[in-house]
């Protein structure tokens, strides 16, 4: 995600700016985010295998993750239509 996001502002030409930067460290955050919480909740299951592990995961963690998900999407869509202006 963090390579792909940084390639694609390289071919569209971006310069490297203070904006820049702010948003390449918060997609490192927001791509580290999820991961860590669902990592977490499958190391905390006491089972055995690895299919009872990721169901524990998932009902454990699954809803929480993608609501988080879901809101910082919709919360995202609109700044879609903000210009961004430094003082």
Do not use: P
């Amino acid at each position: 995600i963090v390579a792909s996001t940084i390639s694609f502002a390289y071919f569209l030409g971006w310069k490297l700016g203070i904006l820049e930067s702010v948003v390449f460290v918060m997609i490192i955050g927001l791509a580290v985010d999820y991961c860590v919480h669902l990592a977490d909740a499958y190391r905390q299951c006491d089972k055995e295998s690895r299919e009872e592990r990721v169901t524990f995961m998932l009902r454990r963690m699954g809803m929480s993750v993608v609501s988080g998900a879901f809101t910082t999407i919709g919360s995202s869509f609109f700044l879609l239509f903000t210009t961004i202006v430094f003082f």
